[in-house]
């Protein structure tokens, strides 16, 4: 049976205004990845500062945290197998300028500061940030009618 993994994945302020909030879930739905949780929200100042606590040095933060706090967000947990190495294949890079063109940010979006998406890049990452959007009742456990047609 395949192991499964899960990655938080938001659709950013921008990708929200850009009405691709279709769009980009039905990427992740048509490639087999599993929903486990999904809700619609302004992020406050002091969750996406938790969020992105790694980043707290560098010169961009403060503008990164207005960014994300500029409108609302789609923040979703699936499960996939692999989910790092599929997450970032999925997403593209995180300058959609070095993003290969099928990749979300490769085809929806230009510049760093504006790359319309996030996923979580480890395991560990993915795990302190559903945590830190969700309570642990919010996330759903269900079999999908389809998984033994991704899974072999
Ligand atoms: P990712 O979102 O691909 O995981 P990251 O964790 O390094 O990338 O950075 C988080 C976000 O911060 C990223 O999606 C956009 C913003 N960011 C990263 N580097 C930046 C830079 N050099 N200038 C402006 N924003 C940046
Ligand atoms: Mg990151």
Redesign the pocket.
Known sequence: MAHQERTFIAI?PDGVQHSLVGEIIKHFEQKGFHLVAMKFLQASQELLKQH?I??KD????P??VKYMNSGPVVAMVWEVLNMVKMG?MM?G???PADSKPGTI?GVFCI???R?I?????SVKSAEKEISLWFKPEELVDYKSCAFDWIYE
Do not use: A, M, W
């Open positions: 950013k992105y790694d980043l560098r010169p961009f933060f503008g990164l970032q997403l890079e995180t300058n940010r510049q760093v500061g790359n998406i996030h996923g979580s890049n």
